[in-house]
Protein backbone atom coordinates (compact mmCIF):
# COMPACT_ATOMS: atom_id res chain seq x y z
CA UNK A 1 0.00 0.00 0.00
CA UNK A 2 1.47 3.31 -0.86
CA UNK A 3 1.11 6.62 1.79
CA UNK A 4 0.01 9.78 0.01
CA UNK A 5 1.61 12.23 2.05
CA UNK A 6 1.47 16.38 1.91
CA UNK A 7 3.57 19.15 2.74
CA UNK A 8 1.96 19.46 5.71
CA UNK A 9 3.54 15.96 7.50
CA UNK A 10 6.65 16.81 5.75
CA UNK A 11 7.57 19.66 7.78
CA UNK A 12 5.85 18.11 10.71
CA UNK A 13 9.10 16.74 11.62
CA UNK A 14 11.87 18.32 13.42
CA UNK A 15 14.86 16.77 11.44
CA UNK A 16 12.82 17.47 7.93
CA UNK A 17 12.67 20.73 8.93
CA UNK A 18 16.40 21.39 9.36
CA UNK A 19 17.37 19.36 6.05
CA UNK A 20 14.93 21.88 4.15
CA UNK A 21 17.17 24.74 6.51
CA UNK A 22 20.66 22.92 5.48
CA UNK A 23 19.59 23.01 1.76
CA UNK A 24 17.95 26.58 1.03
CA UNK A 25 21.93 27.83 0.41
CA UNK A 26 23.53 24.68 -1.01
CA UNK A 27 22.65 21.51 -3.07
CA UNK A 28 23.95 18.45 -0.74
CA UNK A 29 24.85 14.17 -1.58
CA UNK A 30 22.72 12.11 0.59
CA UNK A 31 26.14 11.49 2.90
CA UNK A 32 27.25 15.10 3.57
CA UNK A 33 23.01 15.94 4.75
CA UNK A 34 23.61 12.86 6.87
CA UNK A 35 27.12 13.65 8.57
CA UNK A 36 24.98 17.36 9.92
CA UNK A 37 22.77 14.88 12.11
CA UNK A 38 23.49 12.65 15.01
CA UNK A 39 21.00 9.89 13.45
CA UNK A 40 21.44 6.88 11.60
CA UNK A 41 22.19 7.17 7.44
CA UNK A 42 19.53 5.24 6.63
CA UNK A 43 16.96 7.44 8.87
CA UNK A 44 18.14 10.64 7.36
CA UNK A 45 17.61 8.80 4.16
CA UNK A 46 14.07 8.23 4.53
CA UNK A 47 13.80 11.87 5.37
CA UNK A 48 15.22 12.65 2.39
CA UNK A 49 12.79 9.94 0.58
CA UNK A 50 9.62 11.88 2.30
CA UNK A 51 10.42 15.50 1.32
CA UNK A 52 11.11 14.41 -2.14
CA UNK A 53 7.73 12.21 -2.28
CA UNK A 54 6.29 15.92 -1.35
CA UNK A 55 8.27 17.57 -4.07
CA UNK A 56 10.14 19.70 -1.43
CA UNK A 57 13.61 18.66 -2.79
CA UNK A 58 14.43 17.58 -6.12
CA UNK A 59 17.20 15.02 -7.02
CA UNK A 60 19.70 15.39 -9.56
CA UNK A 61 22.34 13.06 -10.63
CA UNK A 62 25.84 14.32 -11.07
CA UNK A 63 27.99 11.38 -12.12
CA UNK A 64 27.68 8.87 -9.45
CA UNK A 65 26.24 11.21 -6.37
CA UNK A 66 22.79 12.38 -6.61
CA UNK A 67 22.66 15.78 -5.55
CA UNK A 68 19.54 17.35 -3.28
CA UNK A 69 18.04 20.77 -3.95
CA UNK A 70 15.30 22.45 -1.80
CA UNK A 71 12.46 23.19 -3.99
CA UNK A 72 11.11 26.62 -3.13
CA UNK A 73 7.96 26.53 -5.46
CA UNK A 74 6.32 23.90 -3.09
CA UNK A 75 7.07 25.98 -0.25
CA UNK A 76 4.40 28.04 -1.46
CA UNK A 77 1.86 25.56 -0.45
CA UNK A 78 2.59 26.72 3.14
CA UNK A 79 3.29 30.36 2.27
CA UNK A 80 -0.18 30.62 0.79
CA UNK A 81 -1.98 28.60 3.62
CA UNK A 82 -0.06 30.89 6.43
CA UNK A 83 -0.56 33.65 4.63
CA UNK A 84 -4.43 34.69 6.29
CA UNK A 85 -3.30 34.00 9.63
CA UNK A 86 -0.39 36.49 9.07
CA UNK A 87 -3.13 38.69 8.07
CA UNK A 88 -5.30 38.43 10.77
CA UNK A 89 -2.39 38.74 13.19
CA UNK A 90 -1.10 42.01 11.42
CA UNK A 91 -4.78 43.44 11.95
CA UNK A 92 -4.80 42.85 15.25
CA UNK A 93 -1.43 44.47 16.10
CA UNK A 94 -2.13 47.36 13.60
CA UNK A 95 -5.33 47.74 15.95
CA UNK A 96 -3.99 47.47 19.38
CA UNK A 97 -1.46 49.95 18.15
CA UNK A 98 -3.84 52.07 17.22
CA UNK A 99 -5.86 51.66 20.37
CA UNK A 100 -2.76 52.57 22.51
CA UNK A 101 -1.59 55.51 20.73
CA UNK A 102 -5.39 56.84 21.16
CA UNK A 103 -5.03 56.27 25.15
CA UNK A 104 -4.05 59.45 26.94
CA UNK A 105 -0.34 58.93 28.81
CA UNK A 106 -0.53 58.22 32.51
Known amino acids: M ?3 RDVFQ ?4 PTRRSILLLLTSQSLTA ?6 FDTARPTVS ?11 LKQE ?12 EKMKVIADY ?22 PEI
Not at 31 to 36: D, H, K, P, R, Y
Not at 82 to 103: A, C, G
Open 2 to 4: ELR
Open 10 to 13: AIAD
Open 31 to 36: GTIASN
Open 46 to 56: KHLQILTECEL
Open 61 to 72: QKGREIYYHFNP
Open 82 to 103: IEPFRKMWEDRFTKLEILMKSQ
